[in-house]
């Protein structure tokens, strides 16, 4: 089975968008792959050299992994801060990686623009850093989305680079993993076209009912159909887009009817949106809870990963070790 990995970054909490994009998908790929997962814990820091509460920040996100069904006994399910080993590798690989490379990569160029009071060396080298995940196990695939798929292509440089300087065979190119189906995209309840974090349009998969049913009230909507199979706005076919994955196919039909004839009401789609929504998300919250309160739990679920984790990386960074020349006396 081929090795596929991917990082998590600990920030925030999972949105109706990350679930039907990365999430499902990494469910259903650990059945079919060696799948590593990743909570990228030292990543963040590039970001937020001191966060408030980092501990709590990985517990969550393993907790709501966790809970939409990654499974440890099927994957390698860790914290990057319990291998060292990535340390290590990153810190060799930083030796064979150049200043004008890294300031060309999109996202330092961001970074300096967003947070030009904090341009540390770890943002300079977070793709170094990310290369070091992939590598270290050898991974031969990376689910990315279009924002990674940079970084990826300087791990991929990486690889091949230490490959000819050492003159060895050793690094595989890792390769972008494709979700054989279409990804759906859930759209924002704002009428805009994605649902995310930062436009704080998104529906998490924590938030209570009361919260859910706010929230989806709230949608944007425009004044109504007044002719017959008119032309939808885009926020109301981004409710529809939601209704498509959480409803009955029959109660998708009976609204998209009331608005081909101009009888909707807006007031009682959202309403069914909403219990919709809440049917599929509560079980979800129900397991995040659960999960997070039970710390011999989650305990027994990072010391497993790491040690399954271990067994790779320790592998890799003996042999890179000796490919570039140390030796014990
Ligand atoms: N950079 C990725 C992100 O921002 C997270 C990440 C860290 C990652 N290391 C990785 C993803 C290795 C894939 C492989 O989402």
């Keep these: 089975m081929e090795i596929v990995l991917s990082g998590i970054r600990p920030t925030g909490n999972l949105h109706l968008g990350n679930y ?13 792959n060696n799948a590593f997962f990743f909570i990228a814990d030292y990543h963040s820091l590039t970001t937020h050299p ?10 969550q996100v393993l907790a709501e992994y966790l809970a939409c069904g990654l499974n440890p006994d099927v994957a390698t399910i860790y914290v990057q801060s319990d291998l060292p080993e990535i340390a290590e590798l990153y810190l060799l690989l930083n030796m064979n990686s150049y200043l004008g490379e890294l300031e060309r990569t999109t996202s330092f160029k961001d970074k300096v623009r967003t947070q030009p009071n904090n341009v540390n060396a770890g943002l300079l080298t977070y793709p170094v850093l990310m290369a070091a995940d992939i590598l270290i196990h050898r991974a031969k695939k990376v689910p990315v989305g279009k924002d990674q ?16 300087l050492y003159n060895v065979q050793y690094f595989d190119e ?8 279409e990804l759906i995209k859930i759209p924002g309840l704002d009428g805009s076209g994605k649902m995310g974090k930062s436009e704080g349009n998104g529906i998490y998969l924590i938030d209570d009912d009361k919260t859910i049913r706010s929230k989806v009230m709230k949608a944007k ?22 209704a498509n994955i959480v409803s009955e196919k029959d109660t998708v039909n009976v609204f998209r009817n ?6 909707i009401r807006y007031g009682d789609f959202k309403k069914q949106l909403a219990e919709d929504i809440i049917k599929f998300t509560s079980p979800i919250r129900e397991r995040v809870l659960e999960i997070h309160a039970n710390e011999q739990y989650l305990k027994k679920v990072v010391k497993l990963g790491a040690e399954k984790a271990r067994v790779s990386a320790s592998k890799t960074i003996k042999e890179v070790r000796e490919i570039i020349g140390f030796k014990s006396f």
């Design 20 to 32: 039907f994009g990365a999430v499902k998908n990494f469910v259903k790929m650990q059945h079919e």
């Design 258 to 263: 009331k608005y081909n004839d101009c009888t």
């Design 50 to 59: 001191t966060p408030n509460d980092l501990h709590g920040n990985v517990k």
């Design 149 to 164: 798929e940079q970084n990826l292509e300087m791990a991929r440089k990486f690889a091949k680079r230490f490959n000819n």
């Design 221 to 242: 909507t425009d004044a109504g159909p007044t002719i017959p199979n008119q032309k939808m706005p885009e926020e109301i076919v981004n409710l529809f887009t939601i």
């Design 174 to 181: 890792p390769t972008p993993f494709n979700f054989g189906e």
